[in-house]
C-alpha cells in the first residue's frame, strides 16, 4: 500500500508523458497497480479540456457543484497561474446564502461543495472571493 502511496505521482507523471500507453497495459505488469492507475488516468482525463460528449473539465465541474450548491448571482472559476487543468483554482462568487455569513462560513460553504474535487484532481484554491448581493458595488 505504501509504495501505491509513494509511486502514485510517477505513475500519473508516467500517463501524462506516454499517454498511449494504457492502465490496462500497466496493470499486465504490475497487476497490484492496475486499481491505483486506472483510477489516475481518469482523473488525467476529466482535467483536461474535451469536447467529447459527458466529460468536462475541472474547472466546470467545479463551477456546476458551486452553482448547484449556492445558487449564486454571479460566480467565476478559473484555473488560476494559467492552469488550464484547474489543478489550482480561483473563485469569486455573490450568492443570497452568503448574506449574514461571516468569511469562515462561506468559504466552508463552498469547500463543502467542491469537496470531491479537492480530494483529487484539485489541489488548492488560491483566491477566493465570497460576496452577499449587498456588497458588491452597485
Not at 501524462?16 to 500497466?26: G, K, Q
Not at 466529460?55 to 449564486?72: F, G, H, M, T, Y
Not at 454571479?74 to 492552469?83: E, K, S, T
Request: charged share 20%.
Amino acid at each position: 500500500r505504501e509504495t501505491m502511496v509513494l509511486a502514485r505521482p510517477l505513475l500519473a507523471a508516467l500517463l501524462r508523458v506516454a499517454p498511449a500507453v494504457s492502465p490496462a497495459a500497466f496493470a499486465r505488469v504490475t497487476p497490484a497497480w492496475g486499481p491505483a492507475l486506472q483510477r489516475i488516468n481518469r482523473q488525467t482525463r476529466m482535467m483536461c479540456s474535451s469536447g467529447t460528449e459527458g466529460q468536462r473539465s475541472v474547472v466546470e465541474q467545479c463551477r456546476q457543484k458551486i452553482s448547484d450548491a449556492l445558487d449564486p448571482v454571479q460566480i467565476q472559476v478559473d484555473g488560476a497561474y494559467d492552469d488550464p487543468n484547474g489543478s489550482h483554482i480561483t473563485i469569486f462568487c455573490v450568492s443570497e446564502a452568503f448574506e449574514g455569513k461571516r468569511s469562515l462560513a462561506r468559504q466552508q460553504m463552498v469547500f463543502k461543495a467542491i469537496w470531491d474535487e479537492m480530494q483529487g484532481p484539485v489541489h488548492a484554491v488560491d483566491q477566493m472571493v465570497l460576496k452577499a448581493p449587498s456588497e458588491v458595488e452597485q
